[in-house]
């Protein structure tokens, strides 16, 4: 591999599955984050991947070929490029910029397609801010002229962070709102994504990280609690569940759109290895049992 080295900004749950994925295919990888001390001990128990404090990443920078940025943006924009925008654009060796952004950047669809040719619309201020944080990456692909996926994602799920949690806990609820889905990503297939994507750089492109199958949720929770051979908890109307919502889990159902993927497989070769939510909770249960690895 072309002394390839994969620089991650942020060492959370997705930034973490991508480190360990690029290291087991072969790249060199380093990430940054702003507790060492820390990761230091996740990192090395996770084979050969380096730690770079986010205070002083400049030597990582130095030999970085790819970079992927994980970090949401705050108020005051992309939390990388507020502190670190001048090393990456005099970065020597970079080629490749991955920015994990998110589909809330189409706002409501009323439920319909969106690909990623679809327009951004975001209609709440956290998905303004991702768009900020693309418009602002994307300055900074032009700055440095290398390659740039935005890459949207869809809802985040894998071992640890799934239905299953939720219908073990008890707290899960079947909420039924008619003619809402929700379009999902098991967190393997982000990494699956990512190293499909810096393997095939093109320019700037929107890619889109989210399985073949958009679903209700009522449905997904229904499937985790005949997988765990558990009672599925009952249908509650969306307008009875809202009344006890948080302002969080709220603003997720007040939009529905459908992902579409089809221009993000023919451009990188992608195809998620959990098309659907079915497969993607049948392997987390696998590997929770001890029958075989999620693949992460």
């Excluded at 070769?269 to 929770?288: F, K, N, Q, S, V």
Aim: glycine share 12%; proline share 7%; charged share 20%.
């Amino acid at each position: 591999m072309d002394g390839a080295h994969l620089l991650v900004f942020g060492l959370g749950y997705t930034g973490g599955v991508i480190a360990r994925t690029a290291r087991a295919s072969g790249w060199q990888v380093t990430v940054v984050t702003r507790d060492p001390a820390r990761a230091e001990a996740r990192a090395l128990a996770q084979g050969g991947i380096g730690v770079a404090p986010f205070a002083d990443p400049a030597a990582a920078l130095a030999g970085a070929t790819r970079l992927v940025a994980t970090a949401a943006p705050g108020e005051a924009g992309d939390p990388v490029l507020a502190t670190h925008a001048d090393a990456i654009a005099s970065a020597p060796a970079l080629r490749w910029i991955g920015y994990l952004s998110t589909t809330g950047v189409y706002g409501d669809r009323g439920g319909a397609w969106v690909d990623e040719n679809t327009a951004p619309a975001p209609g709440q201020d956290r998905s303004r801010r991702r768009r900020g944080a693309e418009h602002a990456w994307e300055a900074m692909a032009a700055r440095r002229g290398a390659s740039l996926d935005l890459i949207r994602l869809a809802g985040i799920y894998g071992p640890g962070r799934s239905a299953l949690d939720d219908v073990r806990s008890g707290r899960a609820q079947r909420i039924v709102k008619p003619g809402h889905a929700f379009s999902r990503i098991h967190v393997a297939d982000i990494a699956g994504l990512v190293l499909a994507a810096m393997a095939r750089p093109d320019g700037v492109r929107v890619l889109h990280g989210a399985d073949d199958l958009p679903a209700p949720s009522a449905e997904v929770i229904a499937e985790a609690a005949r997988l765990l051979g558990l009672p599925s908890p009952p249908e509650v109307p969306f307008e009875e569940a809202a009344r006890t919502l948080s302002p969080m889990a709220l603003s997720f159902w007040v939009e529905s759109r459908k992902v579409a993927n089809a221009i993000t497989k023919a451009a990188t070769g992608w195809a998620p290895r959990y098309p659907t939510y079915r497969e993607g909770l049948a392997a987390i249960l696998a590997e929770e049992r001890g029958e075989g690895a999620a693949q992460q």
